[in-house]
């Protein structure tokens, strides 16, 4: 099995942000920063998977203390390359297990990065390591995926999940292990490159037991950062653990 810095390596930070374009749009970065900024009431932050700082430099322009946790020198060095990046502390480590010296207001984990850890050991693990990183009263946010086993019929594990100029992607769903193979190819000087990845969803119910498990409580969920209503049909959630 190959590891997240495996995954997240020099070939793949390199062209990271290039074909995550879409996670990049005002229309995205706007609502996230507004509500983690509002969420932080002035505290420090912690983001957990801060990768390359798509989220954590427009956080640091607003004025919000924020350092991170990455799995991937490679994606921190190309957050050190962003203007303002080489002033955000950020260290190479292991979400569920490294710790940052001093208390938090809010740590939060976004864009399904939840699911980069393989194991459901791993994953409360993360919650824990949130936990032991707040302050009373302080939140730990979840930006992640429904998982879509509606859209699969019976029988069928293989999902397509984007298709365009640039590439093509698809997962491979094991509702037993709760396991999803990504394989994302992107075209590269006139060839499809490979980029899989291994996951493991977790509904939002399974999140919350987590949560529990760690010491917090649900305090809010939403059906993104614009704090739409959560129902039955939303692709993904925004949720609020309070400890």
């Not at 290039?18 to 509002?38: C, F, H, K, Q, R």
């Not at 990046?85 to 864009?111: H, N, P, Q, S």
């Not at 409360?124 to 998982?147: D, K, Q, T, W, Y």
Request: proline fraction near 6%; hydrophobic fraction near 40%; charge should be negative.
């Amino acid at each position: 099995m190959a590891s997240d810095r495996e995954y997240f390596g020099e070939r793949v930070a390199a062209r990271y942000d290039d074909n995550s374009w879409s996670m990049y749009a005002p229309e995205v970065i706007g609502p996230t920063v507004e509500t983690l900024t509002e969420l932080a009431a002035g505290g420090r932050v912690l983001e957990f998977a801060i990768g390359t700082g798509r989220i954590a430099v427009p956080l640091a322009e607003r004025g919000v203390p924020v350092v991170g946790i990455d799995s991937s020198e490679a994606m921190l060095a190309r957050l050190r390359e962003k203007p303002g990046g080489a002033a955000i502390e950020a260290v190479a480590g292991d979400m569920a297990k490294t710790r940052m010296d001093g208390e938090f207001a809010l740590v939060y984990l976004v864009f399904n990065t939840i699911f980069n850890l393989t194991s459901q050991d791993g994953q409360v693990a993360c919650f824990e390591n949130a936990a032991a990183h707040l302050s009373r009263g302080g939140r730990f946010v979840i930006e992640a995926r429904v998982p879509e086993l509606q859209r699969l019929p019976l029988g069928q594990t293989v999902l397509p999940w984007r298709a365009d100029p640039t590439g093509m992607s698809f997962y491979v769903y094991d509702t037993v292990t709760q396991r999803m193979d990504g394989q994302h190819f992107y075209m590269e000087d006139g060839a499809l490159r490979p980029s899989p990845i291994e996951l493991r969803y977790a509904w939002p119910s399974e999140l919350d037991l987590m949560a529990r498990i760690a010491g917090m409580r649900l305090e809010h969920r939403w059906g993104g950062w614009r704090r739409e209503p959560f129902t039955g049909l939303s692709p993904s959630h925004v949720s609020v653990y309070v400890k």
